[in-house]
């Protein structure tokens, strides 16, 4: 899991709290979350792009020849992917 | 310090009488207040406005319950509503009607000074409406002598611009048709 | 020097917001707020201030845009009342939190029920802790003076927060009365443009609000409870320089005939002035009486307060809304515990008066005072001033 930094005492608090470095999300690697992982079967897929659509990490994306796969760092495996996935080319596989 | 109460009904323009006499007294040096009876307004229903003008800075902000003068914009609110009520006994009643004032004194059974003016007919023909609002803050400069019926004059021509001048005649007409009973 | 108008104080007010080069106002309208808004409008469709005008379809909205559009950096303002501002509720503390410099106009009005549209504070009394800097004003002048001073104050960069202004409903927003209008190169001086700490823009990406749990929230809240006690510093300096542009002087607390007065009496809001005539009429009679103004709600003014207050025998606080069950209005609360720690503390007494608009006048004021100097009144409880058993 990414330690999380930040300030420590109260005085070191931006005005407002306001994060002023951009893209200080993607710090923070949400796929310690994951149990299961999506695993795609390229001859079933259809390249519709609903797993691209459904993921709500938006770490899912296309590869150069038209499928897809999940960022790992991201993909917390909720398996909506899998459950939205209607030629079912998606199977959720345990980690470890 | 004048307070000064005024009757009509929502919509023949109590406010407006109000707030012109307000800001023409303020345009020649006085200060003055003019505020509706406040809450919710509706056309028809009986309102009164308030005026206070006064030489020194204006403090009090509560309500007027024993004014100088009233005016009585429709007559047919007589009976209606009790127009004297808190009216100083040597205070001063004017009213928009066609009645003579010793008739309007004698019914309401008021001791101070009572004025009357056919407003409504002088705004009818000045004005084209039936609407005496303006035409009565002549009636009301005429009895208070706190400043000269011109004094109105940028007021109401910023206020009505190219109908400023038809007002300005009913105000005259009023001024100096109004007939007086001590 | 500028020139005296007679003009009705919403008016003014949103004369006075038309001189402060505001970037955009949403405003819902909600009587007795809505000539405020009605005539922004006006100012900004007939192209005398370049400003956006959002009609929005709720308070909430009007708050919230805002709230957006101060996050890009922009000169924000709007107004509201009783309803409106209890709709606002939920947003008024992110505001505050998010330390984004908004202007509020309140025409402070009863909040329902029963349904009543008329004057008290029971409006503005529930937003108390939602940390915005909270200022009453008594006059037109005032009205125009503090919606001035509000962006100044509101955008310094020591301070980053909403400021709201109280303007009594109807005895103020509706009263037709003298003002006079500032200069605008005065005001143009007075009111630099606005720099933004940070501000929303795509080239420069930033996250406001980001989600805080317990182990940043409580030092979070500190920091924004030091931003609005440090404000009073701000306050401070922009009355200063106020004073010295336009030469009227703003205090967190003003008295009238207070310098050795037993008996304090202590108002809030519009009700001052009536209040000042019931002093002079007591102080011919000889009794030693004198007035205080709360000008600054929040952040409270305690040393200022203490000061004026530790040296009376009695204080008679009136409040304009009710804490409902609990130690008298929310005035008399807090002037109760600035005191507690005082080795020597006046006896206060507690009046609610002028709710939903009921009249009080000056023999209210000397009437109140009396029982207070009578001691016909007790210190542990408080009173409804008038209302009929």
């Given at each position: 899991?990414?330690?999380?930094?930040?300030?420590?005492?109260?005085?070191?608090?931006?005005?407002?709290?306001?994060?002023?470095?951009?893209?200080?999300?993607?710090?923070?690697?949400?796929?310690t979350?994951?149990s299961?992982?999506?695993?795609?079967?390229?001859?079933?897929?259809?390249?519709?792009?609903?797993?691209?659509?459904?993921?709500?990490?938006?770490c899912?994306?296309?590869t150069?020849?038209?499928?897809?796969?999940a960022?790992?760092?991201?993909?917390?495996?909720?398996?909506?992917?899998?459950h939205e996935?209607?030629?079912r080319?998606?199977?959720?596989?345990?980690?470890? | 310090?004048?307070?000064?109460?005024?009757?009509?009904?929502?919509?023949?323009?109590?406010?407006?009488?109000?707030?012109?006499?307000?800001?023409?007294?303020?345009?020649?040096?006085?200060?003055?207040?003019?505020f509706?009876?406040?809450?919710?307004?509706?056309?028809?229903?009986?309102?009164?406005?308030?005026?206070r003008?006064?030489?020194?800075?204006?403090?009090v902000?509560?309500?007027?319950y024993?004014?100088?003068?009233?005016?009585?914009?429709?007559?047919?609110?007589?009976g209606?509503?009790?127009?004297?009520?808190?009216?100083?006994p040597?205070g001063?009643?004017?009213v928009?009607?066609?009645?003579?004032p010793?008739?309007?004194?004698?019914?309401?059974?008021?001791s101070?000074?009572?004025?009357?003016?056919?407003?409504?007919?002088?705004?009818?023909?000045?004005?084209?409406?039936?609407?005496?609002?303006?035409?009565?803050?002549?009636?009301?400069?005429?009895?208070?002598?706190?400043?000269?019926?011109?004094s109105?004059?940028?007021?109401?021509?910023?206020r009505?611009?190219r109908?400023?001048?038809?007002?300005?005649?009913?105000?005259?007409?009023?001024?100096?048709?109004?007939?007086?009973?001590? | 020097m500028?020139k005296r108008?007679?003009?009705?104080?919403?008016l003014?007010v949103?004369?006075?917001?038309g001189?402060?080069?505001i970037?955009?106002?949403?405003?819902y309208?909600i009587?007795?707020?809505?000539?405020?808004?009605?005539?922004?409008?006006?100012?900004?469709?007939?192209?005398?201030?370049?400003?956006?005008?959002?009609?929005?379809?709720?308070?909430?909205?009007?708050?919230s845009?805002i709230?957006?559009?101060?996050g890009?950096?922009?000169?924000?303002?709007?107004?509201?009342?009783?309803?409106g501002?209890m709709?606002?509720?939920?947003i008024?503390?992110?505001?505050?939190?998010?330390?984004?410099?908004?202007?509020?106009?309140?025409?402070?009005?009863?909040?329902?029920?029963?349904?009543?549209?008329?004057?008290?504070?029971?409006?503005?009394m529930?937003?108390r802790?939602?940390?915005?800097?909270?200022?009453f004003?008594?006059?037109?002048?005032?009205?125009?003076?503090?919606?001035?001073?509000?962006?100044?104050?509101?955008?310094h960069?020591?301070?980053?927060?909403?400021?709201?202004?109280n303007?009594?409903?109807?005895?103020?927003?509706?009263m037709?009365?003298?003002?006079?209008?500032?200069?605008?190169?005065?005001v143009d001086?007075f009111l630099p443009?606005?720099?933004?700490?940070?501000?929303?823009h795509?080239?420069?990406p930033?996250?406001?609000?980001?989600?805080?749990?317990?182990?940043?929230f409580?030092?979070?809240l500190?920091?924004?409870?030091?931003a609005?006690?440090?404000?009073?510093?701000?306050?401070?300096a922009?009355?200063d320089?106020?004073?010295?542009?336009?030469?009227?002087?703003?205090?967190p607390v003003e008295?009238?005939?207070?310098?050795?007065?037993?008996?304090?009496?202590l108002?809030?809001?519009?009700?001052?002035?009536?209040?000042?005539?019931?002093?002079?009429?007591?102080r011919?009679?000889?009794?030693?009486?004198?007035l205080?103004?709360?000008?600054?709600?929040?952040?409270f003014?305690?040393?200022?307060?203490?000061e004026v207050?530790?040296?009376?025998?009695k204080?008679?606080?009136?409040?304009?809304?009710?804490?409902?069950?609990?130690?008298g209005?929310?005035?008399?609360?807090?002037i109760?515990?600035?005191?507690?720690?005082?080795?020597?503390?006046?006896?206060?007494?507690?009046?609610i008066?002028?709710l939903g608009?009921?009249?009080?006048?000056?023999?209210?004021?000397?009437?109140?005072?009396?029982k207070?100097?009578r001691?016909e009144v007790?210190?542990?409880?408080?009173?409804?001033?008038?209302?009929?058993?």
């Open positions: 899991m990414t330690k999380k930094s930040g300030p420590a005492g109260w005085q070191e608090i931006t005005t407002g709290c306001v994060v002023l470095r951009s893209g200080s999300a993607s710090e923070y690697h949400t796929g979350w994951r299961q992982r999506p695993v795609w079967n390229d001859q079933k897929c259809i390249k519709c792009g609903i797993c691209y659509i459904f993921c709500p990490e938006g899912v994306s296309q150069e020849d038209g499928y897809f796969k960022n790992l760092d991201y993909c917390k495996g909720c398996g909506i992917c899998a996935c209607w030629p080319a998606i199977a959720m596989v345990e980690e470890g | 310090m004048i307070e000064v109460r005024w009757h009509g009904r929502g919509g023949q323009g109590a406010v407006t009488s109000v707030e012109l006499l307000a800001q023409a007294a303020i345009g020649v040096g006085k200060y003055a207040q003019g509706p009876s406040f809450g919710p307004e509706r056309r028809g229903a009986p309102v009164a406005a308030f005026s003008i006064d030489e020194k800075r204006i403090k902000r509560s309500g007027i024993k004014p100088d003068v009233v005016v009585v914009l429709d007559s047919s609110l007589i209606l509503v009790n127009v004297t009520d808190g009216l100083k040597d001063i009643l004017i928009n009607t066609t009645k003579a010793a008739d309007v004194k004698k019914e309401l059974n008021f101070g000074t009572v004025a009357t003016v056919d407003a409504t007919a002088i705004a009818r023909k000045e004005l084209g409406v039936p609407i005496a609002n303006t035409t009565m803050i002549g009636a009301l400069i005429k009895m208070i002598k706190v400043m000269e019926l011109d109105l004059k940028e007021t109401v021509e910023h009505f611009g109908i400023a001048q038809k007002n300005l005649a009913a105000m005259k007409r009023a001024y100096e048709e109004i007939k007086i009973s001590n | 500028a108008v007679g003009m009705e104080v919403a003014a949103a004369e006075a917001v001189q402060c080069n970037d955009m106002a949403a405003v309208p009587t007795p707020q809505s000539h405020i808004g009605e005539h922004l409008s006006d100012l900004v469709a007939d192209g005398k201030i370049d400003a956006e005008f959002v009609t929005v379809e709720s308070e909430h909205s009007a708050i845009a709230i957006g559009a101060s890009t950096g922009a000169r924000v303002y709007t107004a509201t009342s009783s309803q501002l709709l606002m509720h939920e008024l503390p992110i505001a505050s939190a998010m330390r984004l410099p908004l202007v509020m106009g309140i025409a402070n009005r009863a909040v329902s029920g029963p349904l009543n549209i008329l004057n008290d504070h029971s409006d503005i529930p937003q802790d939602s940390g915005w800097i909270s200022i004003v008594e006059n037109g002048q005032e009205a125009i003076d503090v919606s001035i001073q509000a962006f100044k104050i509101a955008e960069k020591d301070v980053n927060l909403p400021v709201c202004v303007i009594d409903g109807f005895q103020l927003t509706h037709v009365e003298p003002v006079e209008f500032p200069d605008q190169e005065l001086k443009p606005r720099v933004p700490f940070a501000s929303l795509p080239s420069n930033v996250t406001m609000g980001a989600f805080a749990m317990s182990d940043y409580t030092e979070i500190k920091a924004k409870d030091e609005l006690k440090n404000s009073k510093k701000t306050i401070l922009v009355w320089e106020w004073a010295k542009m336009f030469g009227r002087t703003y205090k008295t009238y005939k207070a310098d050795g007065a037993e008996i304090l009496l108002t809030m809001g519009s009700m001052g002035e009536t209040a000042e005539i019931a002093i002079d009429e007591l011919a009679k000889g009794m030693a009486v004198g205080v103004k709360l000008r600054l709600w929040r952040p003014p305690f040393a200022e307060i203490k207050l530790k040296k009376a025998k204080v008679l606080v009136t409040d304009r809304a009710v804490s409902f069950g609990g130690p209005g929310p005035v008399c609360g807090e109760k515990a600035a005191l507690y720690n005082e080795a020597e503390r006046p006896a206060i007494y507690s009046y008066i002028g608009g009921r009249d009080v006048t000056v023999g209210d004021f000397t009437s109140m005072i009396d207070v100097n001691e007790n210190t542990d409880t408080y009173e409804f001033l008038g209302v009929r058993e």
